[in-house]
């Protein structure tokens, strides 16, 4: 578990869902959105010699993620009750930093710790069964 950074459950698609006419958000937009993300973190981890938030060592970590109070909370719980490893922890920044990217929000805040969480529940709660 501690090498996956995220896993995520896609259940089967219901004929209803197929044929709904809802307004999608359109690929060239979330391109952007990833693009964007990709030069921020670009421009973070350049002069560690890195290109990619999956790239980070604890150092690297420690040094560039800045998490907001309430982030920590939720880490450091999550800590406690999931038994993480140091690797997982690590993990769990290094998804929710890029989270964090993909926002536009310099600060790691503690919905996007929540949400790497959740990615890493995912998997979890799906092996078991």
Excluded at 24 to 36: C, T, Y
Excluded at 84 to 97: E, T
Aim: aromatic share 6%; hydrophobic share 40%.
């Amino acid at each position: 578990m501690d090498r996956l950074d995220i896993t995520i459950h896609v259940p089967r698609l219901e004929y209803n869902d197929l044929v709904r006419n809802t307004e999608q958000e359109p690929s060239v937009i979330i391109r952007q959105r990833v693009e964007a993300a990709r030069l921020i973190q670009h421009k973070r981890l350049q002069s560690f010699g890195l290109y990619a938030n999956a790239q980070m060592e604890h150092k690297h970590i420690k040094k560039l993620c800045k998490l907001t109070p309430a982030s920590i909370d939720i880490l450091k719980q999550a800590f406690i009750k999931m038994n993480l490893s140091a690797r997982g922890y690590d993990r769990i920044i290094k998804v929710a930093q890029t989270i964090a990217d993909l926002s536009g929000i310099v600060q790691i805040e503690a919905t996007h710790i929540a949400e790497a969480i959740q990615f890493r529940n995912d998997f979890q709660t799906i092996s078991r069964k």
